[in-house]
């Protein structure tokens, strides 16, 4: 059963998802945020502008834009931190409402090699930190 907006956390930007992430900017489609979890430096999630679509009902054209969205962003992260691999997740088995994991890998570092862990709990950043981790990113857009 589809998540109704009034509960959805992109939607209602609500107390949840300030405390799991921080907002960047809007892009072409979409919204991105960056996680405050941050084991995987440079981590963010690409949020789809309406709530309750599915990847298979976007139009040929919207489509291409979130995907352009999620390649832009992909392109900003490794040019800020250099990363072994990026790896992308589209899960949402509870929350209907279309996003993608954004997820920088380094070689010897946490997770690598493996599926990565949705909120490991391992590295929060000071309020300084999280800025300069958004400047280098936003720098890439």
Do not use: W
Not at 29 to 43: D, I, M, N, P, T
């Amino acid at each position: 059963m589809p998540t109704p907006i009034s509960e959805c956390l992109y939607c209602q930007n609500n107390d949840t998802l300030n405390q799991l992430m921080i907002k960047i900017c809007d892009l072409e489609v979409s919204q991105l945020f960056l996680f405050k979890e941050q084991s995987y430096l440079g981590r963010c999630n690409v949020v789809y502008k309406d709530h309750g679509i599915e990847f298979y009902e976007l139009s040929d054209e919207q489509r291409n834009a979130y995907m352009r969205d999620v390649a832009t962003v992909g392109k900003a992260i490794a040019a800020a931190f250099n990363p072994t691999k990026i790896n992308y997740g589209a899960f949402s088995d509870t929350l209907s409402h279309l996003h993608m994991h954004i997820v920088p890998k380094y070689k010897d570092g946490y997770g690598f090699g493996s599926v990565f862990e949705m909120n490991p709990q391992k590295t929060l950043l000071s309020d300084t930190e999280y800025t300069e981790v958004i400047e280098k990113i936003k720098a890439g857009l």
